[in-house]
């Protein structure tokens, strides 16, 4: 597809309105746009608990963020503000919301759109669309909407700029991130202290990273309160601090979770547990790219720097909520995924 004309320098908009992992996985889009208009003014329109994740992209001139749960008023003042002020919108998502902003900002508007009545009426304000595709990778989603708007992919995940933190150890270590945003991505307590020690045998420091919340620090305290000595970080850094304690890890090892992404973008070898999640759609996406999709189930697979882990039970993946369908519940799969499996993925992962 011949590529969008826009004028000398042009004001490009990217709308991501979805959480921290899909925000991260639309940094490739804007790396391909910055390549094919290097001297235009990019801006990202976000939820304002997601523009972290892109301090320091080199790819961005500006971040215009807006509450996850806006008011009436607070989404016309949003409107108001980006009225017309590009010359290109593009919205990553064919929601309403997402491409009501696209529409409202870009004198050339570009978006997926669904395959019904909505999705035609929508169209009819658009440039250019794409039909939304079930069953596709997340991030190559996102850069059909860079042939969408005629030009060149850029494959890589752009991080936050590394900042290093003064906690981080000296030597060697390895990294464990126990904690996803949902219960029912949960692996078992005695998996990660078993795992630490295996780490640990191996003459690695282990670092525990976490969120702030008092959930999570509650989690890791119950994990945590034995006798393997981690050093626990959890609370204490953010996303560039994160970023740059992943980039020297000699692995990571983490459930499906936004750090999880960051830690295979960063090139880290990274090994990451999957129960529900269909890792075709959601898998971690490797540094250089992906050279062939995700497996639906395997026990180990390996990709680049990412090696992922499951349990392939008949069910596996579900892409449900667990197995009481509810962010609450348990899984299965993960409950009895096997210590030893994920250990071997780590080994593996170190050898390579």
């Known amino acids: 597809m011949n590529p969008l004309s826009l004028p000398p320098r042009p004001r490009v908009l990217v709308v991501a309105l979805r959480r921290l992992g899909d925000v991260l996985l639309t940094t490739p889009l804007i790396g391909s746009l910055r390549r094919a208009w290097p001297d235009a003014a990019i801006d990202v329109l976000v939820f304002d608990d997601t523009a972290a994740i892109l301090a320091g992209n080199p790819d961005l001139s500006g971040i215009v963020t807006m509450p996850a749960r806006p008011t009436v008023a607070q989404s016309l ?162 996303w560039q601090q994160l970023a740059g304690l992943l980039a020297n890890a000699r692995v990571y090892i983490g459930p499906d979770t936004s750090t999880t992404h960051l830690a295979a973008a960063v090139g880290c070898p990274t090994v990451a547990l999957y129960g529900p999640t269909d890792p075709r759609l959601w898998g971690p996406w490797p540094r250089g790219g992906l050279p062939a999709m995700w497996d639906a189930a395997a026990t180990i697979q390996n990709r680049g720097n990412v090696w992922l882990v499951q349990n392939p039970l008949p069910c596996v993946p579900c892409q449900l909520e667990g197995c009481e369908r509810s962010l609450e519940s348990h899984s299965i799969c993960l409950e009895e995924l096997p210590v030893q499996r994920v250990i071997a993925a780590a080994e593996e992962a170190l050898a390579g």
């Open 77 to 238: 003042a949003v409107a108001a503000r980006l009225w017309r002020r590009y010359a290109l919108a593009i919205s990553t998502q064919c929601g309403d919301r997402p491409t009501f902003f696209a529409v409202i900002a870009g004198r050339k508007r570009v978006a997926p759109v669904e395959s019904s009545f909505n999705g035609w009426f929508k169209a009819r304000f658009l440039d250019r669309t794409i039909l939304h595709v079930a069953g596709v990778h997340r991030v190559e989603g996102i850069l059909r909407l860079a042939d969408l708007v005629g030009i060149a992919r850029a494959v890589n995940i752009v991080c936050p700029s590394f900042v290093t933190p003064s906690e981080a150890p000296a030597g060697d270590y390895a990294v464990i991130h126990a904690t996803p945003m949902f219960r029912y991505k949960q692996w078992i307590k005695d998996g990660w202290r078993l795992l630490a020690e295996s780490l640990i045998k191996r003459g690695l420091a282990v670092v525990v990273t976490g969120g702030p919340s008092d959930v999570e620090r509650h989690y890791l305290n119950e994990i945590w309160n034995r006798d393997t000595p981690v050093r626990r970080l959890d609370g204490r850094l953010d």
